[in-house]
């Protein structure tokens, strides 16, 4: 990536801690079944096995992989690996994220927060 008028290193720490924005317009599309991390915002989590879970609460980066932290009805807070999250569903409103959690991962007494 290249900025007008940052020629060197010394000129490029103007820019620490900075954010930048991409227009959605500018995002390429993905395949099927794939998503951006910003569309599963507040989606509706939905296991295939055992029904709704709950909401989307924020996807927290991981050094092997991200979490998907969901609260319950109860509000509870589940901590889904993202091996386990499947397809977003963006024809629904709000959206529908599916999990395909294995046997425990929503036991009520293991949700405690995070990993």
Do not use: C
Request: net charge negative; charged share 20%.
């Amino acid at each position: 990536m290249r900025f007008t008028d940052i020629t060197d290193r010394n000129a490029s720490e103007t820019l620490r801690g900075l954010h930048l924005y991409l227009p959605r317009h500018y995002l390429p599309p993905l395949p099927p079944g794939h998503f951006y991390y910003f569309e599963a915002a507040n989606a509706q989590v939905v296991d295939k096995h055992e029904g709704p879970k709950g909401t989307l609460q924020e996807i927290v980066p991981g050094t092997a992989y991200d979490f998907f932290v969901v609260r319950g009805p109860q509000g509870e807070i589940y901590w889904v690996p993202a091996p386990f999250v499947g397809p977003l569903d963006k024809s629904t409103d709000p959206p529908t994220l599916w999990v395909e959690a294995p046997p425990g991962l929503w036991d009520p007494t293991l949700a405690q927060g995070r990993p």
